[in-house]
């Protein structure tokens, strides 16, 4: 059984003149201890779909209007608050996109590590403050003895990132998800972050769902990786599926937009042609249509379901059977 | 930190000189000067006009208003604020006698305000657009458009007509007896407060739907916290820290307040000092009184900033 089981999620949000489906149907899974990656544009529920889960979505105008979210065997979205409050934090933390203003500018560094365990570990503020010494330490924060006491202002975007993780680390939960951790980041400090999350979920034996929109970025980290284009998953399937061989227009065009190793030098790169579609006004059909260079009539009559290739290699394209043959005979609009 | 609030006392120097001439030119440009009021007779005809310049002379009335200003200012240079030829006493001797009720009542104006305005504004913010919302909203809307005086006046009838309460008229202050002090100043206080109260629930309110919308406020709760502490613990410090700044802008008009409901109330302060001063044209006591005002609003000031050092590390002073 997967530790994490999201099946069928709708989250839509409601205002005046419009919904805005910014989840849509979207099913994924983490196993206990793996990595997975789920990638799409800006814009396109990424966020949404995380939030979901940790039910933090701000409602109204949000609401969750359909779908499970299985953890541990439990359907989080039949807990009442107190319970769901109980698991924010201690089995499922998350991580943020921006450390500047993620952390409390006027409450130390300290409390807010600390607070957290003492409520969900049930600790003593003195053994909560040397797990926080600990932590930070661990997270590569020099002096932790002395930079816990400080407030967030004199930490960098970086080390405020760190701090972040060790806070989501603190309560040792099964789960992390982090929402694009290193966007707001410059590269060399991503990579760091990057790998010392990997190397503490590796560590302590906890599932970690990334969230990004570079491909290029999860390539080295991710298990498995789920594309989401306009609320939905639109391709699923272990790194080496997604790399060697996409099965959805979408994918292809998200690989031929980054630079990789494993393509001749010189090779060019293609950006995506097109607009991400508007949410609350979604073309008829295949959301991706408008923009596939693949495109064939019953795109724009009917959206494909997602199925099932082979070892959960799934994609949600008409073609995706004979996908290759298609491109290789380069049909295009 | 030391170095800090020397430098801004010293800047008080300035400041209180620009003041003191302003209102010393004030002064002199209404008509009338304390010879004629110290020459009135029982029924209030003027003795003689002899009288009245003999006493000019004496007071230094008739010498040039340099020579006038330039002997003020020398007073005051030595911390002497004058000599009050009506009430034949030294114009800070009156002053340290009813400055108490005048910083007392502008200072629980700004308690009540407080008090009023961090629940209200807090709970309007997070019952948005509920009924609850809606009275705040409309207490905050009624308390801006009310004047004090004619708030006060209200509490005032009201106290006498259905509590049988009358202005207490006994002398006191606080260090004797701040109970009675107290219940003296409660509710004119009250009346000044509303105002400020008013504008500060407004305040916290948005500022309050601005924090919750923050992302350090989704980091509380997504660390597990209790709805109560991410509210009350992560939200609102951070919504209530402009209200410093408030209390700061708005202690000058507080002050003005507490000078009007001071008559209103038959309370001995400075207000009632200084319209009876002007009513005798006793212009070194009027002099006097202003800069004192002037003074507290600028402490007031200075303690507001060193307040936002205490609950802002991100506010640094040197
Ligand atoms: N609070 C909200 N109110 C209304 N609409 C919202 C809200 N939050 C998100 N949305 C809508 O949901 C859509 C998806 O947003 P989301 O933040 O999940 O995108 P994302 O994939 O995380 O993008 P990014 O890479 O920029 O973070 C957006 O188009 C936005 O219009
Ligand atoms: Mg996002």
Redesign the interface.
């Known amino acids: 059984m997967p530790l994490l089981e999201v099946k069928n999620l709708k989250t839509h949000f409601f205002s005046d003149d419009a919904i805005t489906k910014a989840v849509d149907g979207v099913s994924y899974n983490v196993e206990a201890g793996e990595t997975v990656a789920l990638v799409g544009e800006s814009g396109c529920g990424k966020s949404v779909s995380s939030l979901s889960v ?1 039910q ?1 979505i ?1 409602q109204p105008p949000g609401k969750i209007v359909d779908g499970e979210i299985i953890f541990g065997g439990q359907n989080l979205l039949e807990l009442d608050r107190e319970a769901m ?6 089995e499922i ?2 991580i ?1 996109q ?1 450390p500047m ?8 560094i300290e409390t807010q590590l600390t ?2 365990m003492t ?2 570990l049930g600790i003593t503020p003195k053994e909560a403050h040397t797990r926080a010494v600990e932590l930070l330490d661990r997270v590569g924060i020099p002096e932790p003895d002395v930079r816990i006491k400080q ?1 967030p ?1 004199v930490f960098s975007g970086g080390m405020r990132q760190r701090v ?1 993780v060790a ?1 989501a680390l603190s ?1 040792e939960p099964k789960l992390i998800i982090a929402d694009e951790p290193t966007t707001a980041l410059d590269v060399t400090i991503q990579a760091q972050i990057l790998d010392l999350m990997q190397d503490l979920a590796k560590e302590r034996d906890m599932a970690l769902l990334i969230i990004t929109h570079n491909l290029g970025v999860v390539a080295r980290y991710a298990d498995r990786i789920n594309i989401m284009y306009a609320g939905r998953i639109i391709e699923r399937g272990t790194c080496k599926d997604i790399f060697a061989d996409p099965r959805h227009p979408y994918t292809l065009g998200l690989l031929e937009s980054i630079p990789r190793l494993d393509q001749p030098k010189g090779s060019k790169l293609i950006p995506i042609q097109g607009q991400p579609p508007n949410l609350s006004d979604l073309p008829p059909g295949c959301s991706f249509q408008p923009r596939c260079r693949f495109a064939q009539d019953k795109c724009s009559v009917e959206y494909p379901d997602i199925t099932d290739l082979r070892n959960n290699h799934s994609s949600a394209c008409w073609e995706v059977n004979n996908f290759k043959a298609i491109v290789e005979s380069g049909v295009s609009k | 930190m030391r170095g800090y609030i020397l430098r801004r006392l010293l800047l008080l120097i300035p400041n209180v000189f620009i003041l003191a001439t302003s209102i010393f030119f004030l002064m002199r440009v209404v008509p009338g000067d304390a010879a004629i009021a110290l020459n009135l007779t029982g029924d209030g005809t003027i003795l003689s006009w002899e009288a009245v310049e003999q006493t000019r002379e004496n007071l230094g009335l008739n010498d040039p208003i340099w020579i006038q200003y330039g002997r003020w200012m020398g007073n005051m240079l030595k911390g002497d604020l004058g000599y009050s030829p009506l009430r034949q006493l030294n114009v800070s001797e009156i002053i340290l006698a009813k400055a108490e009720v005048t910083f007392l009542l502008a200072f629980l104006a700004v308690i009540w305000g407080v008090l009023f305005s961090i629940p209200l504004g807090i709970i309007a913010a997070l019952k948005r657009g509920s009924w609850i919302d809606q009275l705040i909203r409309t207490f905050s809307v009624g308390g801006l458009s009310v004047p004090n005086f004619w708030l006060g006046i209200l509490i005032l009838l009201m106290l006498v007509h259905w509590f049988k309460w009358s202005p207490p008229i006994f002398q006191t202050d606080f260090l004797d007896d701040p109970l009675n002090q107290m219940k003296r100043l409660i509710w004119p206080s009250v009346a000044i407060g509303i105002s400020f109260a008013a504008i500060a629930t407004r305040l916290i309110r948005s500022t309050m739907l601005e924090v919750l ?4 406020v ?10 109560n ?1 991410v509210i009350l ?2 939200a609102a ?2 919504a209530i ?1 402009p209200v410093l700044t408030l209390s700061s802008l708005l202690f000058a008009g507080l002050l003005g307040g507490a000078v009007v409901l001071e008559n209103l109330f038959a309370l001995p302060g400075m207000g009632q000092q200084i319209v009876n001063a002007i009513g005798t044209r006793d212009t070194v006591l009027v002099q006097g009184i202003v800069v004192t005002l002037g003074v507290l609003v600028m402490l007031w000031n200075l303690v507001i900033d060193l307040l936002y050092v205490v ?4 506010i640094k002073l040197d």
């Open positions: 940790m933090l701000p409050r109980r698991k924010r934090g201690r933390a998350m943020f921006e203003t993620s952390l409390n500018p006027v409450i130390s607070e957290a409520l969900q407030y202002h972040m806070m309560c | 919308n923050q992302d350090y989704r980091t509380a709760r997504a660390k597990g916290l209790h709805r502490r613990r992560h410090p951070n820290l609950v802002d590390p991100r």
